[in-house]
């Protein structure tokens, strides 16, 4: 009995270290807040700050999430020879920071370009300025800070990626010995896993190892507009897995040789459960063989032309197969096309419209992530007063404007508050800005008196459309207004406009589509998916500079 009770437990104990052994990240499952430090901005006087707020971090903790991942472009960050990071983008960063430690999350510190640098000896000075300036900011906070040294390195040797990762390691430890960092091989498209095994050892005990997780492309990027790949936007239903009765034709255009058609020929071997456990499971087996914890910093599956159940049969597999080999998991994007939320009014564009979790969110999705979601209700038409930009913009909101401008939303004097926005280096006839609203239904507020009411001044003669686009499946309608010198005098003094909306009239429009202007004769202003107000500017032989300040739909 005894000898059999020995057996049992060796056998016990065999089962329990292969599931078990490898180390463990501190999280297990998490999601991106992006689209915030990293895109839609030149540097840290144009952060849409409030595109995230606290509120956001009690919802995904709410739901289960224990990890953020945080993307930052510290390229638009920073200046000078030396690197040096702005110290207004640390104000900003330590609120979110502050926010994760209130509610116990993990927050990646991610440094993630927006345009991927070829990774160079040039790039391994800017990597030890960046490191070093944010170990010695955030050494004494708590451990839920991780540093990830950079997002998918790239045009670059393994060995040589492997040294310099290796020093800017070492540099971060110089000061702070204390904080996990994320470290990665390689970035190669296809077979991110594998480069994972060209790693040197480093010689540190707090190392995550992490790697993205996209495969098969031809399925996760079906309708996605990639500049290395633009092909793969014209695939739609592709099944998963492989089904052979519902494969579509390969699209017109595709060149023989291409990516994009191996990998379609090779769907029926590439697109099944068997070909995703194999590359799962290198993972794991490497998290084993070095004693490390590894997890998955990307995950997921582009909405546009994917049939909603087998995005969903995706996820479920590939989170499950990352569970039971002990890997964590952190799924990309929030609000976007690749994200957790359903597309607003049916439009699945990159121009990012904030969604709310109680009434947007994709509740399936969720729960196939084994994550909790809060009950739906029905959005309803806006009814009351709300706010566009008072010191901040409103939250959920981003900004576009042309390159050659430049925008300070925490300008000072203000007409109110603390900041103000200041818009200048207008040079060009139609230079405008389009603040990124919530779609809503502004209905009720356009036939009950409401107005679009800010704060304005400039020293140059000025005139400007405003508008609010109203989507409408393809097009966005243009209900607007005209400013001029009569409204906003140039005096250089704060001027306060009131533009009642039931005055705004639609001058044009734009469809997405046909990708052209439309024609708005005899369309009546409408007004149920208000998705943007836009400032349009028309100048002279000038360079032009403005100023708004408290921005709000009132009574």
């Not at 994320?182 to 992490?210: C, M, R, W």
């Not at 969604?355 to 969720?366: G, K, M, P, Q, S």
Request: aromatic share 14%; charged share 20%; glycine share 6%.
């Amino acid at each position: 009995m005894k000898k059999t009770g020995s057996i049992i437990f060796t056998v016990l104990m065999l089962v329990s270290w292969n599931v078990f052994s490898q180390a463990s990240a501190p999280f297990t499952k998490g999601v991106h807040f992006n689209m915030w430090f990293e895109q839609n901005c030149n540097n840290a006087q144009e952060i849409s700050f409030k595109r995230y707020v606290e509120q956001d971090f009690a919802d995904v903790k709410k739901m289960g999430v224990d990890v953020i991942r945080l993307p930052i472009d510290f390229f638009l960050f920073t200046s000078g020879p030396g690197y040096i990071i702005d110290p207004f983008l640390f104000k900003l960063l330590d609120k979110a920071v502050d926010w994760a430690e209130k509610y116990q999350i993990n927050i990646i510190l991610n440094n993630q370009p927006a345009d991927q640098p070829p990774v160079s000896s040039d790039y391994r000075i800017f990597l030890l300025s960046v490191w070093t300036q944010m170990a010695d900011h955030y050494k004494n906070r708590s451990e839920y800070v991780i540093y990830e040294i950079l997002n998918e390195p790239n045009r670059i040797t393994a060995d040589v990626w492997g040294n310099m990762q290796g020093d800017v390691i070492n540099a971060i430890r110089k000061i702070d010995k204390n904080h996990w960092i994320v470290v990665s091989g390689v970035h190669t498209g296809d077979n991110a896993v594998e480069q994972l095994f060209l790693l040197p050892k480093y010689e540190d005990n707090k190392l995550l190892y992490t790697f993205h997780f996209y495969d098969p492309a031809i399925f996760t990027h079906q309708g996605a507009t990639l500049l290395t790949e633009p092909l793969l936007a014209s695939l739609s239903k592709i099944p998963f897995p492989y089904d052979k009765k519902r494969m579509p034709s390969i699209p017109k255009g595709v060149k023989k040789g291409s990516y994009v058609e191996n990998q379609f020929k090779n769907y029926s071997k590439i697109g099944t459960t068997a070909a995703l456990e194999k590359i799962i499971g290198q993972a794991a087996d490497f998290a084993k063989q070095r004693n490390v914890p590894v997890f998955c910093g990307e995950f997921s599956v582009y909405m546009n032309n994917v049939l909603p159940e087998d995005r969903l049969r995706w996820y479920k597999f590939v989170k499950e197969a990352f569970e039971a080999r002990n890997i964590s998991w952190i799924t990309y994007g929030y609000y976007d096309p690749f994200g957790i939320f359903n597309p607003p009014n049916g439009v699945v564009t990159w121009w990012i419209f904030p969604r709310d979790i109680n009434t947007d969110l994709n509740v399936e999705l969720v729960r196939a992530l084994g994550l909790n979601p809060p009950p739906q209700r029905q959005r309803e038409p806006l009814r009351e007063s709300f706010i566009i930009y008072d010191d901040y913009l409103s939250r959920g909101s981003t900004v576009y404007s042309g390159k050659q401008n430049t925008l300070n939303f925490y300008y000072t004097p203000t007409a109110a508050g603390e900041y103000a926005i200041q818009w200048g280096n207008i040079k060009n006839n139609g230079d405008s800005i389009i603040i990124n609203l919530p779609i809503n239904d502004f209905t009720y507020l356009a036939q009950n008196g409401f107005v679009l009411e800010f704060k304005a001044k400039t020293e140059k003669p000025v005139s400007f459309n405003l508008n609010f686009g109203n989507k409408d499946k393809n097009i966005t309608w243009h209900n607007a207004y005209y400013i001029d010198k009569a409204q906003l005098p140039p005096d250089g003094k704060w001027h306060t406009i009131r533009i009642p909306l039931r005055d705004m009239e639609v001058w044009g429009g734009w469809d997405d589509a046909k990708n052209q202007d439309a024609d708005p004769k005899g369309r009546a202003a409408t007004w149920a998916n208000i998705a943007h107000l836009q400032m349009i500017m028309w100048v002279k032989d000038d360079v032009w500079e403005i100023f708004f300040d408290d921005i709000k739909i009132t009574k």
